[in-house]
């Protein structure tokens, strides 16, 4: 450990230098100007809490009181420049800016649609989907206040790509192109959530998206700037909070939102606060929400109630060239597991729930706006992740803790942003993880165990005419220590990924985009060492110590239109990964449950996704997506098992004045390609009806949205939930949701 920090402090110190004023710092501020201006409403009133972003160059503002902003050290050249507000559509403009001058721009927003954004695995800080080298999706507050669900796999679910795992309503995580568990990884504000979400079937992620501003999805191997257990993909759950980390501003900016479910008697509030003042920033959040036992259309499913606390608060000062940040975080959530008694002979009758504890610290540091010849920004985030988990057998009244789950994380991540403006952009950086894993009781499968982890990552992008080329490398090593009864085990992983990619434009209205991706996951802990009975993967598992890396190859084909009438994009996937790690079923029975060895064998995953908005006038849009993937392993062209089957979504928005109706069609084929003796699922649709009423203003905005959800109250399963032959998913309801953002 004491090595590891050696060389962390060696490389920080190496990354200062490079980014400290030198030779070419005179020269390089000469060749900055600086972007103002206003942005109003439609009726000229100032927008006050508008965020202004200077796509590719790493700058960005808050407006003020009368509409203002001021972007300084923009290093000349020419941008596009987007204004937007929660609830408020996107302008978009460009700027060109001159070495010592002054770009003046005049922005005017009215309620409509986003451009989306994404900041989550990008080389210049905040790019739009459109122009991102990965698929992404990214859904504002507005979008989530308009879905059902609970959690972020409720939020994701229909999106092109995407499926949830789910157990019941407490459990569900996001499931990316067919990727589950350990290929895909959940972040906070670009931090690991450090719960346990990726090694059970019965294990959820809990973060509620009523509190969030944006959820982006970064969808094929991200594992050049995330890590290993990132192969999937990444989810980056995005608080109010964090955009202003960087953008700082006066006054007081904030939200709150009350939403209430009928089929499930859900019951939830969100709130969150930011406090500027001059160079101070204060802020603060909270989250609570209650569901009972949800309704089926023919049963009412008992032990499927859930609830949630989460708070946050921080406090952080932002100077012309540096800021630091503090930030501290409680989660207090528990949920029911439906049926889990069935699973243990002779205990039909328990009831199983699960108790959630996590605290986290978090410390941010910088300086940015350097003028270096070559760097322009350097950051540090460490953080502290303090996870439990109680799994509570119910007998009679009686609670028991049947197993506690502990699991403490250390990460510390340093960053070198380069200059924008030239034809190279991009980041380099170092990551330090700590983990120590411990289970006490009947479902400690795996011994207590600690992993240190340290990467080394760069991610470039150089523009050549119109296009952009992408390449980027990680190393990154992975050590883990088992303490068993009768001795230590250690295995070391030492891997490599890499990429390559090309961002071709076609006259300004089109991109081609093409990704070829080698990436390496180190096993985790549970596939190496778990031992035992574990009903959250309906198994009794025996893990493998003498696995080896897993190594994909991936092709990614994106084809997309940016129109007047007609924008969305089509995506074509392949990943082939040798020593692939699955739980190999046999027929063997032990403590009632089928025996399961994590054996390695080749894979491959393909697939299609796409995603279309048709403009068809005025007050009309139309919005359809789809996804569909086929994994398999390669021995045999076995399929592997819970892969979500061909699945989309359409829905038309029209609007007239303020309110907005959405009639909306949800539907899946059928499953028939299944894992052993994994059964198959039936084809569905499902039909919604929502209805929005939204009101803007200089320092406020309302929504009000109303979703009847399954109208027709059709049963119906998901071919990737563990529970499918037990529980069908919620009936007739109709979830109402009312947020005020003010400024």
């Given at each position: 450990m004491r090595r590891n920090w050696l060389v962390g402090g060696a490389l920080a110190f190496v990354f200062i230098f490079l980014a400290g004023p030198g030779v070419g710092t005179a020269s390089a501020q000469a060749m900055t100007g600086t972007i103002s201006g206003r942005v109003t409403l439609e009726n000229g009133d100032p927008v006050h809490g508008a965020t202004v972003i200077v796509v590719g160059a790493r700058r960005q503002a808050t407006t003020g009181d009368d509409g203002k902003f001021e972007i300084s050290n923009v290093p000349a050249g020419t941008y596009s420049v987007l204004a937007q507000r929660v609830q408020l559509s996107t302008s978009r403009q460009t700027a060109t800016v001159a070495a010592g001058q002054i770009a003046t721009l005049e922005f005017k927003l009215s309620i409509g649609i986003h451009e989306e954004?994404?900041?989550?695995?990008?080389?210049?800080?905040?790019?739009?989907?459109?122009?991102?080298?990965?698929?992404?999706?990214?859904?504002?507050?507005t979008a989530l206040a308009k879905k059902l669900g609970a959690t972020i796999a409720d939020a994701l679910q229909d999106e092109p790509g995407m499926a949830k795992r789910t157990f019941g309503p407490g459990t569900s995580r996001p499931i990316i192109r067919g990727f589950d568990g350990d290929r895909v990884l959940v972040m906070q504000?670009?931090?690991?959530?450090?719960?346990?979400?990726?090694?059970?079937?019965?294990?959820?992620?809990?973060?509620?998206?009523?509190?969030?501003?944006?959820?982006?999805?970064?969808?094929?191997?991200?594992?050049?700037l995330y890590g290993s257990n990132a192969l999937g993909g990444v989810v980056n759950a995005i608080t109010p909070q964090d955009a202003f980390r960087s953008s700082p501003f006066t006054g007081t900016l904030g939200g709150v939102s009350f939403d209430a479910g009928s089929a499930n008697e859900q019951t939830g509030f969100a709130g969150n606060v930011q406090h500027g003042r001059g160079a101070l920033l204060v802020h603060g959040s909270f989250t609570g929400r209650r569901t009972g036992d949800y309704d089926a259309p023919d049963e009412t499913i008992p032990n499927s109630a859930t609830r949630l606390f989460?708070?946050?608060?921080?406090?952080?000062?932002?100077?012309?060239?540096?800021?630091?940040?503090?930030?501290?975080?409680?989660?207090?959530?528990?949920?029911?597991?439906?049926?889990?008694?069935?699973?243990?002979?002779?205990?039909?009758e328990a009831q199983v729930d699960l108790e959630v504890k996590r605290q986290n610290v978090r410390f941010?540091?910088?300086?940015?706006?350097?003028g270096g010849a070559f760097a322009d920004a350097f950051r540090?985030?460490?953080?502290?992740?303090?996870?439990?988990?109680?799994?509570?057998?119910?007998?009679?009244?009686?609670?028991?803790?049947?197993?506690?789950?502990?699991?403490?994380?250390?990460?510390?991540?340093?960053?070198?942003?380069?200059?924008?403006?030239?034809?190279?952009?991009?980041?380099?950086?170092?990551?330090?993880?700590?983990?120590?894993?411990?289970?006490?009781?009947?479902?400690?499968?795996?011994?207590?165990?600690?992993?240190?982890?340290?990467?080394?990552?760069?991610?470039?992008?150089?523009?050549v005419g119109r296009h952009r080329v992408q390449f980027g490398g990680r190393a990154e090593r992975n050590a883990y220590e088992a303490s068993f009864e009768d001795g230590v085990v250690e295995r070391n992983f030492t891997g490599a990924s890499g990429s390559v990619g090309l961002h071709a434009d076609i006259h300004g209205k089109g991109a081609f985009v093409v990704n070829v991706t080698g990436a390496s996951r180190a096993p985790a802990l549970e596939e190496l060492f778990n031992f035992g009975p574990h009903p959250g993967n309906l198994a009794f598992e025996i893990g493998n110590p003498d696995l080896e890396l897993e190594r994909t190859v991936g092709l990614?084909?994106?084809?997309?239109?940016?129109?007047s009438r007609v924008h969305g994009e089509v995506n074509f996937f392949v990943y082939n990964i040798s020593n692939f790690v699955f739980l190999d079923i046999t027929d063997e029975i032990e403590d009632g449950f089928r025996v399961a060895n994590y054996v390695q064998g080749d894979s491959r995953f393909t697939g299609v996704e796409g995603a279309g908005h048709f403009h068809l006038g005025p007050r009309a849009e139309l919005n359809a997506s789809l996804g569909y993937v086929q994994a398999k392993l390669t021995a045999g062209d076995e399929p592997l098992p819970r892969i979500p089957p061909f699945h989309g979504r359409v829905d038309l928005e029209a609007r007239?004045?303020?309110?907005?109706?959405?009639?909306?069609?949800?539907?899946?084929?059928?499953?028939?390609?299944?894992?052993?003796?994994e059964t198959t699922t039936d084809s569905w649709?499902?039909?919604?009806?929502?209805?929005?009423?939204?009101?803007?203003?200089?320092?406020?905005?309302?929504?009000?949205a109303a979703q009847a959800y399954n109208l027709a109250n059709k049963t119906y399963r998901l071919h990737t939930s563990f529970l499918k032959d037990l529980v069908p998913e919620i009936g007739r309801g109709i979830k109402v949701t009312y947020s005020l953002r003010f400024f």
């Open positions: 954004i994404v900041v989550t695995g990008t080389a210049t800080g905040v790019a739009t989907t459109f122009g991102a080298f990965n698929s992404v999706t990214s859904l504002d507050a504000d670009g931090v690991r959530t450090g719960d346990l979400s990726s090694q059970s079937g019965d294990h959820g992620v809990s973060i509620d998206p009523a509190g969030l501003a944006r959820l982006e999805v970064v969808k094929g191997p991200a594992t050049l989460t708070g946050e608060g921080g406090v952080g000062w932002t100077g012309g060239r540096g800021y630091f940040g503090v930030s501290a975080g409680v989660e207090r959530n528990r949920y029911g597991i439906p049926f889990a008694g069935l699973l243990f002979e002779g205990e039909e941010d540091t910088g300086i940015r706006n350097l540090v985030t460490a953080s502290y992740l303090d996870y439990q988990h109680d799994e509570l057998e119910i007998e009679d009244g009686a609670e028991s803790l049947g197993t506690r789950f502990k699991n403490q994380i250390f990460t510390v991540r340093a960053e070198l942003e380069q200059r924008a403006g030239g034809r190279w952009n991009g980041r380099l950086g170092v990551e330090f993880l700590t983990r120590d894993y411990q289970a006490i009781g009947a479902e400690a499968l795996a011994p207590a165990t600690t992993q240190n982890a340290f990467s080394a990552f760069v991610y470039e992008e150089v523009s990614d084909v994106s084809l997309r239109g940016r129109g007239a004045g303020a309110f907005t109706i959405i009639p909306e069609v949800v539907f899946s084929g059928k499953q028939t390609k299944v894992f052993r003796d649709a499902t039909f919604n009806l929502g209805a929005t009423w939204q009101r803007s203003a200089a320092h406020a905005s309302h929504l009000i």
